[in-house]
């Protein structure tokens, strides 16, 4: 199993990043070591001294395919869940600086945390689907699937010239604006419309 993440999918969070909107989709990967699940909580690693939430939502792939074509890509994904893009942002700054890889800043252990999933025919529009990210009880993030640059099908036709999709991969389809720090004692809750289906407490 492998996590892809789009990076740069939201127009208002490049520019709170103060990144250039890119002309394709954007993406990186994380190990299978990064998944955190069940409600778990989330141990503040001691690396890092800025972790930041980015709430997204996930496409979990249900069939191998390999250069996909845009009016087939809606097939290989039957459920869509919200997961969060734990950033090491300090050690993505540094690298950042120096052009170098962002593993170490997005592959960590438990960066990764996944809620529960919802089967796509519970959706009236896959173009039209809410989601929202509260921090101790506020709304930090929210986001539609409208708003995105790249659609769900755009990225999977993008990821699938290079990469193999297969069964059980899973696809984090990038972050809307307001990603912010969190600290030990803080609760991250994700709703799919107003259905919670996420919540990690930071440890
Ligand atoms: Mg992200």
């Known amino acids: 199993m492998k996590i892809i993440c789009i990076g ?17 989709p954007v993406f990186f990967l994380k190990p299978d070591t990064s998944l955190l699940i069940r409600n778990r909580p989330f141990y503040y ?8 939430y980015e709430a997204e939502l996930v496409l979990k792939i249900c069939k191998v395919g390999k250069n996909i074509q845009k009016k087939f ?24 600086e120096k052009s170098l890889p962002w593993a170490v800043a997005k592959g960590f252990d438990q960066s990764a945390p996944m809620g ?14 809410f989601f ?18 790249y659609d769900f099908d755009d990225i999977i ?8 999709l297969r069964t059980g991969d899973y696809i984090f389809t ?6 912010g720090p969190v600290k030990i004692g803080d609760l991250l809750e994700a ?10 407490t930071i440890k």
């Open 157 to 164: 036709v993008h990821i699938s010239t290079f990469m193999t």
């Open 132 to 149: 929202h990210l509260d921090l101790n009880g506020k709304t930090v993030q929210q986001g539609n699937s409208g708003s995105m640059i």
């Open 174 to 179: 990038g972050t809307p604006a307001g990603v």
């Open 73 to 96: 890509a809606h097939t290989y994904y039957e459920e869509i869940g919200i997961g969060l893009d734990m950033t090491a942002r300090d050690l993505q700054d540094a690298a950042k």
């Open 45 to 52: 690693p001691s690396f890092s001294s800025e972790i930041h």
């Open 8 to 24: 740069r999918n939201y127009v208002a969070h490049i520019k709170e990043l103060n990144n250039a909107i890119p002309t394709a």
């Open 116 to 129: 529960r999933f919802l089967p796509k025919s519970q959706f009236y529009d896959v173009k039209d689907i």
């Open 191 to 200: 709703y799919i419309g107003q259905e919670k289906l996420l919540s990690c």
